[in-house]
């Protein structure tokens, strides 16, 4: 920060150094928004490249070999994924007025969390919300949550998500799940621990009797 007060240049921390000068936001908060930035633009695409692995390899999802042949088809399955396992569950804000909301009194300054992930799964929005379909015509969904906290890497995202999947399928088609996936136990990130793959299953070492 102090590099960027004496030479801004053309990136977050000058822009978020002009916004404090200019009263828009705190600076105090310049350093939890860039760690938030910095966390969420690698945490969370790798979870969720993890999630279409999972679905893929698990069973859920289309083959790996027929992503390859179709860019559209993977596009259709990561945001599949987005849809019934989002690396990111619920959100929480703080009202900022009394409302009521679905017969509820919400106060000023209550602690709300949203479950995006349950929104994601909406009968009145989504046919069998709880199946996995990749032929699915394409809906708004929370993955990357809504309105003026919409995630700002969304389109980066997708587009890392999109292209890591679509060249592991050209490179390893025969990529097989040797492990349960395991993840970490955790109520609101849908990160993983481990997730051990065979790249090749040509490649799978004999086994002695």
Do not use: K
């Not at 992930?117 to 809504?146: I, V």
């Not at 906290?149 to 060249?167: I, K, S, Y």
């Amino acid at each position: 920060m102090d590099q960027r007060r004496r030479s801004a240049q053309e990136d977050l921390i000058s822009f978020l150094l002009n916004a404090a000068e200019s009263g828009e936001i705190e600076e105090d908060e310049i350093v939890p928004l860039v760690f938030q930035v910095f966390n969420a633009s690698y945490q969370t695409t790798a979870s969720l490249l993890g999630s279409v692995l999972t679905a893929v390899l698990g069973g859920d999802g289309p083959a790996l070999g027929r992503l390859a042949e179709d860019l559209g088809l993977v596009a259709a399955t990561v945001g599949e994924v987005l849809r019934t396992d989002p690396p990111v569950q619920s959100t929480g804000q703080h009202a900022l007025r009394t409302v009521r909301l679905g017969g509820h009194r919400i106060a000023e300054s209550d602690f709300v969390i949203a479950v995006l992930a349950a929104g994601n799964r909406d009968p009145e929005q989504f046919a069998s919300p709880d199946e996995f379909r990749a032929d699915r015509t394409p809906r708004q969904t929370l993955g990357f949550d809504w309105g003026v906290h919409h995630c700002l890497g969304a389109g980066l995202a997708l587009l890392e998500a999109r292209t890591a999947t679509q060249r592991l399928a050209e490179r390893f088609p025969d990529m097989q799940l040797v492990a349960e996936p395991r993840r970490w136990p955790t109520a609101n990130m849908r990160s993983f621990r481990s997730l051990e793959v065979l790249l090749d299953s040509r490649a799978r070492p004999a086994v002695s009797p």
